[in-house]
């Protein structure tokens, strides 16, 4: 008689615990090296200053001016009466914002002196220059 040896072989299985262990460091180390960008900003690319200070402000007014001279507030396209507008009636506030003036590095200087100028008419003295 012949004895058959029967082995009793198990189904492979996959352990997917160690899996979901590296893939949620992997997430965890891409959440805190991810660089977020600010959503309000405008495709503008800033000049280069060695002195810029930080410009996060928080009650604050945003004007982008494109290199094509074109004017938005707070991401809104806007022309010079509107602009004049806004600026008015911001500075007629109880706490008068700070005007955050971002220009494209290929601007010409006479859009920005006019937004500058504006803001002083409109007695705003607190503004900064964006630069990166």
């Known amino acids: 008689?012949?004895?058959r040896v029967f082995s009793r072989h198990r189904k492979p299985k996959i352990d997917v615990v160690p899996l979901i262990d590296v893939l949620m460091?992997?997430?965890i180390f891409f959440l805190v090296t991810m660089q977020f960008q600010d959503l309000r900003a405008l495709n503008v690319k800033l000049p280069?200053?060695?002195?810029a200070g930080s410009n996060i402000v928080r009650n604050e007014l945003i004007i982008s001016i494109k290199a094509e001279g074109e004017t938005f507030v707070n991401g809104n396209?806007?022309?010079?009466?509107?602009?004049e507008k806004v600026l008015k009636s911001s500075a007629s506030l109880k706490k008068k914002p700070m005007v955050l003036v971002v220009?494209?590095?290929n601007v010409p200087l006479k859009f920005v002196?006019?937004?500058v100028d504006?803001?002083?008419?409109?007695?705003?003295?607190d503004f900064r220059l964006q630069a990166r």
């Open 1 to 3: 008689m012949s004895e």
């Open 48 to 51: 280069k200053i060695e002195s």
């Open 103 to 105: 220009a494209d590095e």
């Open 113 to 115: 002196t006019e937004v």
């Open 77 to 83: 396209p806007t022309d010079r009466d509107d602009l």
């Open 25 to 27: 460091v992997l997430i």
């Open 118 to 125: 504006l803001c002083r008419l409109n007695n705003l003295e």
